[in-house]
């Protein structure tokens, strides 16, 4: 399988080549064009249950599409999202990764998807009482408004609600609100001899809330 970002970056599209029966997951409505013989099939993002809990209580799509090559050729199918924005991958066999709502664009095979919970903090803030985990070994592409910008964090970082993007299970987050808006404290994992070990994140320059309040402020 291959993959290529392209129109970067503003308008990011990601172009994927299918080799004779590879498969990849992706967003409903990510779907720009496919070659006439790719299968299309609709079913649950994980299992049913799951998928259902997340949507209750997390706010992520409960079907995705699953995009299949079940000819000798390769064929070709070019997603995106529906806004302006960028994409990135992320390779799982770096380690397993936690996507916040909206985030996801499309996985491929290997990628085994869990509910990971996320806090009353989090339900309060907007974002919901559970996660999507992805783990296994194979790659997540993620789909972003603002630009992408991926960093490790070992000290307290503090960033506005909205900006924070995926990030490793055990990172902790905290979240509070200032004056109007809600901020998130993302701290290093502890490991068990109490020192601060470097976490993996992704975060993005832009939000939609902040076009909002700009667009408030010209009226």
């Known amino acids: 399988m291959l993959f290529k970002v392209r129109c970067r970056p503003a308008f990011a599209a990601l172009f994927v080549t299918l080799n004779p029966g590879e498969k990849i997951t992706v967003k409903i409505g990510s779907l720009i064009s496919m070659d006439g013989e790719v299968t299309v099939k609709t079913g649950f993002c994980g299992s049913w249950q799951s998928a259902l809990l997340r949507k209750c209580f997390g706010?992520?799509?409960i079907f995705v599409e699953f995009l299949i090559n079940e000819t000798t050729?390769?064929?070709?199918?070019?997603?995106?999202?529906?806004?302006?924005?960028d994409i990135d991958r992320i390779d799982l066999s770096?380690?397993?990764?936690?996507?916040?709502?909206?985030?996801f664009l499309a996985y491929t095979k290997g990628v085994k998807i869990e509910n990971r919970w996320a806090g009353f903090g989090s339900w309060l803030a907007g974002d919901g009482l559970f996660k999507t985990k992805f783990k296994g070994k194979g790659r997540v592409f993620i789909a972003t408004y603002g630009g992408i910008i991926?960093?490790?964090?070992?000290?307290?970082?503090?960033?506005?609600?909205?900006?924070?993007?995926?990030?490793?299970?055990?990172?902790?987050?905290?979240?509070?609100?200032?004056?109007?808006?809600?901020?998130?404290?993302?701290?290093?994992?502890?490991?068990?001899?109490?020192?601060?070990?470097?976490?993996?994140?992704?975060?993005?320059?832009?939000?939609?809330?902040?076009?909002?309040?700009?667009?408030?402020?010209?009226?």
């Open 73 to 85: 050729e390769p064929v070709t199918v070019v997603l995106s999202q529906t806004t302006t924005g």
């Open 150 to 219: 991926k960093k490790t964090v070992y000290q307290d970082l503090v960033m506005t609600q909205g900006h924070l993007l995926a990030y490793h299970p055990k990172t902790l987050l905290t979240y509070h609100k200032e004056e109007e808006a809600i901020k998130i404290t993302v701290s290093g994992m502890k490991t068990k001899n109490k020192r601060t070990q470097g976490t993996l994140i992704y975060c993005q320059s832009r939000t939609f809330q902040g076009l909002i309040n700009y667009l408030r402020s010209l009226v």
């Open 59 to 61: 706010g992520t799509d």
């Open 94 to 103: 770096q380690g397993s990764i936690c996507l916040q709502p909206g985030v």
